[in-house]
C-alpha cells in the first residue's frame, strides 16, 4: 500500500474511530505520518536510531485512564537529516469502562538532558493526520529502550505526567483488536483525612468561579433538553452555576451544580489530601447512597478545583471558599 | 458498519420528516386570516408542550434515552400543532422553522443515548443551543413558547 494510501486510511478510519469506539485498529500503528518539517533543532540520528520501532503499551499511570495501547515511530521519508515521527493509538476507559479511542502523532523529537532519551510534542490527530491539522495536547518523554523494552513519561490533555512502559513488537506481532490491556501502575494515593491540615482551612461555604453562561437562557421549549445533555459526557458538562459547602467531622461535602435549568446535588465523602492532591468520593442520593464517582482534584488557601465524576459525566469544577 | 448505517438511515428518515413538516410549513405561509390566530394557537400549544417536558423531570442517567424521546415526540407534535397554522410573517415562519430544524438533531441525540454515547449526546446538544429557539419565539411575540420548562 502506497504511503498516500496510507495516510488516507488512517483519516478516513480516524474520523469513523471517533464516531464509534470500534476497535480493530491494527492499521494506526502500521499507518504513516506525511508533511511533517525539518524540526528547528535537529537531534542526530544515531540518538533517536534507537527508538525506530513498534511498540505496545505494557504499563501506564492509572490516572491516565488508559486501557491499552500500540505505538509505532519512523523516519521520516525522504528527510534529510533524518528524523522521527510517531504515531499511537490508545484506548482509553470511560467513567463507567466503555473503551474510547485516541489518535496521536508524536512530534518534533527533542534530545532529553544527559542523553536520558528523546521528547516529542503529542498532537492529537482529529480529522486529519496531516502536520499543521492537529493539535498540541501533550508531550511523550521515551527513556533510551533497554532490550525489547522502553520506559517514559506521559502528559495528556493538560495532566500527568504518567509514567508508561512499551515492549518492542516483533515484525510479525500484529493486533487485529485492541491490544491486551496494560497494566495500571498506581500512584500514591492520598491518606490525610480532610481536606486540609486543619477543618478551619477548608470547612466552609465554597462558590463556583468557572460557571459558563447558560446554554439554555435562549432556547425556550428545548432548553430542558439542553439542560440535561449539557451534564453528560467525560469531556467536561457544561456548568453555569454552583455552590459547595464542607462540614461535619468526618467532612462531607454539599455539592449544587446547574447546569441550564438543570440543578444536580452531589455528596462528597471521605474527603482525603495530600500535598496539593485533593480526592473525595461522589454520592447522587445522600452519603448513604451508593458511590456513584469521584472527585480528583487540587486545592489549598480556600480553592478546590478538579473533576468531579457522576457515571457518565464529568463536571470540571473550581471553587472558593466564600 | 451497521452503526454508520442507521446514522445515514436515521439522516434520511430525519430529512423526510423535516421536507414532510416543510411541506406543511409552507402551506401555512401564505398571508391569511392573519397573525392573531397564530400567536394563539402557537401559545397554547407551546404551554401544553412545555407542560408536558416539565413533567418529565430529571433524567437520571438510566433514564436519558427515555427522556430524549420524550422530549422529541412533544417537539415533534409541536412542529406539527404550529405549522398547521397560518404563520403570516418572517418571525413567525422562523419559528416554525426552528422547531423543524430541531426535530433530526433530538433524533440523533435519541441515537448517540441509545448507544451510551454521552459526550455525542452533549456534543449534539449544540446544535439545539444554536437555533436559539427562546430569540426566535420572543422574535415572533410568542411568550409561552419563549419560556424554557421547568421541572417542578
Known amino acids: ?322 | 458498519m451497521r452503526y454508520l448505517a442507521s446514522l445515514v438511515a436515521i439522516g434520511v428518515v430525519g430529512a423526510m420528516a423535516v421536507a414532510g413538516c416543510g411541506g406543511g410549513g409552507s402551506s401555512s405561509g401564505t398571508s391569511g386570516s392573519g397573525g392573531g390566530d397564530f400567536v394563539a394557537g402557537a401559545e397554547s400549544a407551546c404551554t401544553a408542550a412545555n407542560k408536558q417536558i416539565a413533567a418529565l423531570g430529571t433524567p437520571q442517567q438510566e433514564q436519558v434515552t427515555q427522556y430524549i424521546e420524550a422530549t422529541e415526540e412533544t417537539i415533534e407534535k409541536l412542529h406539527r400543532q404550529v405549522a398547521g397554522l397560518d404563520a403570516s410573517g418572517a418571525t413567525e415562519t422562523a419559528y416554525v422553522e426552528g422547531l423543524a430544524e430541531a426535530i433530526p438533531v433530538l433524533t440523533k441525540m435519541g441515537n448517540a443515548a441509545r448507544n451510551e454515547n454521552f459526550d455525542a449526546v452533549r456534543e449534539l446538544s449544540a446544535g439545539l443551543v444554536e437555533i436559539k429557539l427562546g430569540e426566535l419565539a420572543e422574535a415572533a411575540e410568542l411568550k409561552s413558547c419563549a419560556e424554557v420548562p421547568v421541572s417542578a
Do not use: C
Not at chain 1, 98 to 103: F, P, Q, S
Not at chain 1, 208 to 223: H, I, M, R, V, Y
Not at chain 1, 309 to 322: A, D, T
Open chain 1, 1 to 322: 500500500m502506497g504511503r498516500l494510501k496510507q495516510l488516507k486510511l488512517v483519516v478516513a478510519l480516524g474520523g469513523a474511530i471517533a464516531l464509534s469506539a470500534s476497535v480493530g485498529v491494527a492499521w494506526a500503528t502500521t499507518g504513516a505520518t506525511t508533511g511533517y518539517p525539518q524540526p528547528k533543532h535537529p537531534v542526530p540520528a544515531t540518538v533517536q536510531a534507537p527508538f525506530e520501532d513498534r511498540y505496545v503499551l505494557t504499563a501506564v499511570g492509572s490516572g491516565a485512564g488508559i486501557r491499552s495501547g500500540e505505538m509505532k515511530f519512523e523516519f521520516e521519508e525522504g528527510s534529510s537529516p533524518q528524523f522521527l515521527v510517531g504515531i499511537s493509538q490508545f484506548y482509553s476507559y470511560g467513567p463507567t469502562g466503555e473503551i474510547e479511542t485516541g489518535l496521536f502523532t508524536f512530534y518534533p523529537p527533542k534530545e532529553l538532558p544527559n542523553g536520558k532519551g528523546l521528547g516529542f510534542t503529542a498532537l492529537k490527530v482529529g480529522a486529519s493526520a496531516q502536520y499543521g491539522q492537529l493539535t498540541e495536547d501533550g508531550e511523550l518523554r521515551l527513556f533510551t529502550p533497554e532490550g525489547a523494552k522502553m520506559k517514559g513519561e506521559l502528559r495528556l490533555h493538560g495532566g500527568g505526567p504518567w509514567p508508561v512502559e512499551f515492549k518492542v513488537l516483533d515484525d510479525d506481532e500484529r493486533y487485529t483488536a485492541s491490544p491486551p490491556a496494560a497494566r495500571q501502575i498506581h500512584e500514591a494515593e492520598p491518606s490525610k483525612p480532610g481536606w486540609g491540615g486543619e477543618p478551619s482551612e477548608y470547612e466552609g461555604e465554597y462558590e463556583l468561579t468557572n460557571g459558563a453562561e447558560d446554554p439554555t437562557a435562549k432556547a425556550g421549549s428545548l432548553g430542558a433538553v439542553i439542560g440535561v445533555a449539557q451534564g453528560l459526557g467525560v469531556k467536561g458538562a457544561v456548568v453555569s452555576e454552583g455552590s459547595m459547602k464542607v462540614e461535619g467531622d468526618p467532612a462531607v461535602a454539599t455539592v449544587e451544580l446547574e447546569t441550564g435549568d438543570t440543578n444536580r446535588t452531589f455528596t462528597l465523602t471521605k474527603l482525603v489530601w495530600q500535598g496539593d492532591q485533593r480526592v473525595a468520593q461522589v454520592h447522587n442520593e445522600g452519603p448513604d447512597s451508593p458511590p456513584v464517582g469521584r472527585f480528583e482534584g487540587t486545592g489549598g488557601q480556600g480553592e478546590v478545583k478538579g473533576d468531579l465524576v457522576s457515571g457518565h459525566s464529568v463536571y470540571k469544577v473550581e471553587f472558593k471558599l466564600k
